[in-house]
């Protein structure tokens, strides 16, 4: 792992589909999101194809890290998809194109009932204006 991508792995008691159905969905990331700033937007639907969009409402009050920086959305657009294996996504803004950071989940199953799951955060790609 680079300083770049920043990832946890654990394996969670339950079936790769399972967890599949919650990571694909982007209400799905709301429900487990632990910082409390992530709200769907209502026309938010399961992924299933690379190029797809879902745009999600963010609201950093919770986290108080930004200075000015309260509500917002952003757009993310699908990477790769694999069924019951891997989302990711990229970030952008709703009229700008992504910033070149990733964000996935990738599952590995380790029985029918248990999952490695593996959360990260990939910035290798990132945009240079943001880089600097």
Request: some cysteine; glycine content about 6%.
């Given at each position: ?12 008691a339950a079936p790769a589909a399972a967890i599949y159905a919650i ?17 769907a937007s209502a026309d938010a639907k399961p992924l ?85």
């Amino acid at each position: 792992m680079s300083e770049e991508r920043v990832s946890v792995t654990r394996v969670i008691a339950a079936p790769a589909a399972a967890i599949y159905a919650i990571v694909s969905d982007p209400e799905g990331h709301v429900r487990i999101d632990g910082s409390g700033m992530l709200e769907a937007s209502a026309d938010a639907k399961p992924l299933t194809a690379v190029g797809e969009t879902f745009d999600i409402h963010m609201d950093r009050t919770p986290l108080n890290d930004i200075p000015g920086l309260v509500k917002y959305s952003v757009r993310n657009t699908v990477t790769q998809i694999e069924p019951d294996r891997l989302v990711e996504w990229t970030i952008g803004g709703i009229d700008q194109p992504p910033l070149g950071h990733l964000y996935g989940w990738q599952l590995t199953p380790v029985s029918d009932s248990e999952t490695e799951v593996t959360n990260y955060c990939d910035w290798n790609n990132i945009v240079q204006a943001l880089r600097d």
